[in-house]
């Protein structure tokens, strides 16, 4: 049954993987119609697909690779606390739940405006949520140290560089994104592609593509680890069978 789990679960890594892609090269092929072709009548299709939308297919597919990791972190926690529990295997898990029902509601956008008015935050800064977001990272990070110190030495650094791409987009580029945003005159709120330029829509295609293959990676290596621990549990119930 376990194997069977297994197998299912690598076969979900799969598949999320190919449609992540599917869904970056469907949101360039518009960028590609509208900059490229000057085409705009596609009826609201292209919103449908576009990685910086909200309540569309994009945001909805990385809030449930967002949640998928989070059950792979659960079961991590059950594969391991037999021999060596660690209760911030279910702190993670939560705070990918968090990260899962955000990048589908955006809760962080909400602190943009009052955030930005109260400290009159402007260029790299202008989408001021990323104050509070770089204060979250830094908490999680510091206190993850003894954790990600516990684990095997390839999987901890397999975790930090998924880590850092995901954080290079959700936070790097994101500065870039607002510093374009405030140079050019965007306001909060949804405008039509072309409206907010070329520049701004490679800028978001980067940035969303790196947290989706931060995210993919993150659970390839959470599978590769749940697989080595599994095969121990297996091995440790043999040798005391014989």
Known sequence: MRKIIELFAIDVIKASSLLGAAIVATHIIFLVLIFGFNEQEFY????????????????????????YSSILLL????????R???LYWIVLSVIFVYLAADEF????????LPIRSYLDLEGYFYFSWI???????????????PFLYRLPKNIALQFCLAGFIYISGVLGVEMI???????????NGWVSTKERG??????VTIEESL????????????????????????????DELF
Do not use: C
């Open 211 to 238: 947290e989706i293959f931060g995210v993919l990676f993150f659970n390839y290596t959470l599978m590769q680890y749940w697989k080595k621990e599994n095969y121990k549990q297996t091995k440790i119930k043999n």
């Open 131 to 145: 104050l509070v977001g770089a204060v979250f990272v830094a908490v999680v990070f510091f206190s993850a140290l």
């Open 84 to 86: 060596s529990p660690d």
């Open 177 to 187: 994104g607002s510093n374009e945003a405030f140079q050019s005159g965007q306001m």
């Open 105 to 112: 509601f955006s809760f962080h956008e909400r602190l943009i």
């Open 44 to 67: 609201g299709l292209d919103y449908h697909f576009h990685l910086d939308g909200e309540f569309n297919i994009p945001s909805f597919y990385s809030s449930m690779i967002l949640l």
């Open 198 to 203: 070329l520049t701004y829509a490679i800028i």
């Open 75 to 82: 079961n991590a926690y059950y594969t391991t606390r037999s």
